[in-house]
């Protein structure tokens, strides 16, 4: 799939912007501050109905955006996107004024028609590989957690509900255990009303459980294989799941089914339940699980060189490509953002050839050619951002 068009209404530093795009490899040249992360970001938003750097999603709104067409400041993104059947995107996300708001709402439109974010979700694919993304594997866990989230998302419809209702559940099941804590009920008191609750986090936390360690088992293999020609050392590369329903880490590629899953939920449950009605909230369950990365053996958060890290990082990103693209019949849009110029050229080398290989739709941002090699650049379509200029 690719975006053949894309328009822009107070998007960032974008005012007005209108832009055809090819399909097929483009470098997206401009100086720092110029607007290139931006544009990316508008095409991962069509994907994902969300920012990848913002903290809320208002911040895209412009500063300067005024009250229009009876709504509070938006922003909007509009975008063709050419695949099977074609779609028309429309995002808006308004900016609801007053001091210390901070909710931001949506309106969105698929082929004219209103539709819920969750509904838009896996309709376009994007792939987005920046620098925030060489923090995956020192980073946080809740990072860990949302690359894989966002990533099944985009390909099973059934994930992204099932983590909204999961996600739901641990929100009314904490505050009945903050409660049950604040009146400090014996927890066989608290535990009958819980049940309920418990027997839906098991549901839903065995669902995703399961689907998690389904996609890592596929990323691994195509990630392995990547890595190997990467590193050029033989090295596996092995993905872990460190689940908090389980003792000891879940090897993907042998990983026990759903009913199983639900049953080992099920039984951390009981195990934990008084810490759970002593310190008020879930404790154990997909969003506090944790996946770790390992080379020859040797976890790569505490241990590996950040040269080894990248190296993983570009794997997975690779392979990701390539999961959607056999899930879903189609190539995902590629961005690549600072990576010409956050990578060493060995590996950029690499990546770039990568994406020449796959025949997708790839932005590529730099702020100069040189460091961009005479290949791709011969390949490339171009856009300048300074073309844009009257746009800010
Ligand atoms: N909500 C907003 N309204 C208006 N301008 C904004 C908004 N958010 C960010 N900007 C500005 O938009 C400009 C472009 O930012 P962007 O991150 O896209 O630049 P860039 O070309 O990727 O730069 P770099 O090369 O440094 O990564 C910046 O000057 C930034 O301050
Ligand atoms: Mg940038």
Redesign the pocket.
Known sequence: MYCSTLSLT?????RRLDVTLPNGPIL?L????????????AIYFLATTRSH?AGSDR???????QPEYGLPPF?RIAAHVHKRGGLDVEIIVMRDGGEGVTTTRKRIRVNDRPRRAIDLIGQVNAVMFGPQDLDLIVGPPTLRRRYLDITISQIDPHYVRTLQMYQRVVLQRNSLLKSASDRGLRPSGAADQLLYWDEELVRHGAYLLARRLEALAQLNTIADALHRRLAGTGEPLELRYRSTVNDGDLLPSEAPGEEALAEAFGRRLEQRRSDELRRGMTLSGPHRDDVLFLVGGVDMAPYGSRGQQRSVILALKLAEVDLMLDATGEMPILLL??VVSELDPERRRYLLEAVLERRQQVLV?A?DLVPVGREFLSRASLLE?SSWKDC?
């Open positions: 107070n998007f960032r530093n974008y997206v401009g100086g720092n501050a110029s607007g290139k992360t931006s544009l990316l970001e750097r911040e895209v709104v412009h500063w300067h955006a922003a953002d600072d941002t702020t951002t800010a």
